[in-house]
């Protein structure tokens, strides 16, 4: 199957690649609001100037274009872009154990819960005393660890 593929830009100009069965698919999904900005969720998707390209390989994954009026600053949102998705993905991997975060962090550390990924919230003393005790956290910022992912 041949896929078109699109260079297309939110309206904070993070510039991604959306691939497509037809220009009619494209419209299609930009009018029932199913294309996102992979690094901001911006809805507000518009599609930029760039030569055509087909993918006939049957490449199950996309492969960053090199078009020639992608400048530095398109790059470097291909690759924030590809980044999040990745973060967002491990984030929807991880168990939510909301507030008792610190808790069940303090548990798994100590052997009395399994290993396993978790995610949650903690206040900044809470992260504090983990940090304290040898336990590694990492805040996510709310715009990456949203109830989409539950």
Known sequence: MA???FDLQCESFHVFEGWFASHADYDAQLERGLLVCPVCDSKRITRRVSAPRLNVSGA??????R????GPDDEVSLVQGHF???VRAVLRAAENVGPRFAEEARRIHEGEAPERM???T???DERAALAEDGIAV???PAILDDERMQ
């Open 118 to 120: 978790i995610r949650g």
């Open 3 to 5: 896929f078109k593929v």
């Open 60 to 65: 199950t994954e996309p492969v960053p274009s």
């Open 84 to 86: 999040l998705s990745q």
């Open 138 to 140: 990492m805040p996510v």
């Open 67 to 70: 078009s020639a009026d992608r």
């Open 122 to 124: 903690a206040t900044p």
